[in-house]
């Protein structure tokens, strides 16, 4: 996808901070972080929104989770807990059109989604 800013990261068209890369998932730093470990975990795949994916990404998302695991344990947030989110639409706030997971880690999160 020509405008798509993750696509861009992951053609090496534009910089991104990696911290794991394999055929189908990449993960980088978002750049504006809002915890002090905030990680996007992004198939290489160009899906819009998590409500896009048909029954064939059933084993990459089991991937994405997989990989959004195994970095959390790299980066040192996986004993003091972390946050998976997906923001799929307007409401829910998603400013990129390209499916990604945040992991968020590093200090204590409220129940408060807001
Ligand atoms: P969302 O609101 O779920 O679509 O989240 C998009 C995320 O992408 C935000 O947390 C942004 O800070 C992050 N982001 C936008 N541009 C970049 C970029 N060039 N590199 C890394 N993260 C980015
Ligand atoms: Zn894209």
Known sequence: ??????????NGKIPGDFVYKDAEIVVIRDIN???????LVIPVKHIAMLSDI??????????MIAVANKAAKEQGICESGY??????????????????????G?????????
């Open 83 to 104: 946050r998976l989110v997906v923001n799929n639409g307007k409401n829910a706030g998603q400013l990129v059109a390209h499916l990604h997971i945040h992991v968020l």
């Open 54 to 63: 048909s029954p064939t990404d059933n084993t990459l998302m089991g991937n």
């Open 33 to 39: 972080p809002l915890t002090p470990t905030h990680l």
């Open 106 to 114: 590093g200090r204590p999160m409220s129940g408060n989604f807001d």
């Open 1 to 10: 996808m020509e405008d798509c800013i993750f696509c861009k990261i992951i």
